[in-house]
């Protein structure tokens, strides 16, 4: 996933570097002849080629290690701002309203990452009756994205249940989002687009996408997807935030396994 091409080619780096100065340690001189220099890189060719393992290994390390600097400090953050994660306000929320599990999730519809995400979140939602989700638009994609997050956020207003539909589909289109497709992807979900436009204009919309640009940055996200999940338990009355535990960040596209994984680490005893 994304995440781990990024610390693979790290670790690939990394590797090279250390096979580069042994290469400089055991020589009297820095200065290789071209033939010296193709023999380290020989080296280096072979043994990767010979042990892709150790790549994998040096990798999952790395990524690890990352994670578990940004668990750090999402835990010293995310009590900060919790009732601004925690509670829909003005983003869309599906699934358990009292799930005990509330799973918050940066996106944006132009984000690849995020369509391989989704699939984990709606096979969570379909298994996992006590998951509650938080969807919160982050448009880093330019205008279009910013277009095509206003249009989620219109559709919730317009019908909870036809921006679940609108939502999937989205999440579903390899095509570039333009505003035409998007609207058409309205128009065939069962929305009122006429009236989805001008719900558009509404500028509380404006705010929520501050808002959330104001969140991601004090949680250090530098892009989509990104998930905070914790154990919340709610009012039943108002479905607002009254404690939570156990918050756990997952800072981008992960596997299935390590993404059930933070929802059990969420979930706690």
Same mark, same amino acid.
């Given at each position: 996933?994304?995440? %781990? ?7 690939? %780096?990394?590797? *090279?570097?250390? %096979? ?23 080296? +280096? ?8 393992? !150790? ?18 400090? $999402?835990?010293? =953050? +995310?009590?900060?701002? $919790? ?6 306000? =003005? ?9 005990? !599990? =509330?799973?918050?999730?940066? @996106? ?11 699939? @984990?979140?709606?096979? *969570? ?21 910013? @277009?095509? +997050? ?15 539909? %609108?939502?999937? $589909? ?6 570039? *989002?333009?505003? /035409? ?7 065939? +979900? ?25 969140? $991601? ?6 892009? =989509? ?24 960040? !997952? ?12 929802? /059990?680490? /969420?979930?706690?005893?």
């Amino acid at each position: 996933m994304q995440l %781990f091409r990024h610390f693979f080619r790290v670790a690939l %780096f990394c590797f *090279l570097g250390i %096979f580069t100065s042994v290469a400089i340690a055991q020589s009297s001189s820095t200065d290789f002849s071209p033939a010296q220099t193709e023999a380290i890189q020989k080296i +280096v060719h072979d043994y990767l080629v010979n042990n892709p393992q !150790v790549l994998v290994e040096v990798a999952k390390s790395l990524q690890k290690q990352e994670q578990d600097k940004w668990q750090k400090e $999402a835990a010293k =953050t +995310v009590p900060e701002i $919790a009732k601004k994660l925690f509670n829909g306000g =003005t983003s869309p929320v599906v699934g358990n309203p009292d799930g005990n !599990v =509330t799973i918050v999730e940066f @996106f944006d519809y132009q984000c690849p990452h995020c369509k391989e995400m989704s699939a @984990f979140v709606n096979g *969570l939602l379909k298994t996992d009756k006590d998951i509650r989700v938080v969807y919160k638009v982050l448009p880093i994609f330019g205008d279009d994205s910013k @277009f095509d +997050v206003t249009a989620g956020l219109a559709a919730y207003v317009q019908s909870p249940e036809k921006f679940s539909a %609108f939502h999937d $589909a989205m999440m579903k289109l390899t095509v570039p *989002l333009t505003p /035409a497709v998007t609207l058409k992807v309205a128009s065939e +979900v069962g929305l009122n687009v006429k009236q989805l436009q001008a719900d558009m204009k509404n500028p509380m919309f404006g705010v929520e996408i501050q808002e959330n640009y104001e969140l $991601a940055k004090k949680l250090n996200l530098t892009g =989509t997807p990104a998930f905070i999940m914790a154990r919340v338990v709610y009012d039943p009355k108002t479905h607002k935030m009254v404690s939570f535990k156990n918050p756990v960040l !997952v800072p981008g596209a992960v596997d299935e396994e390590t993404f059930l994984k933070a929802v /059990a680490e /969420a979930r706690g005893g």
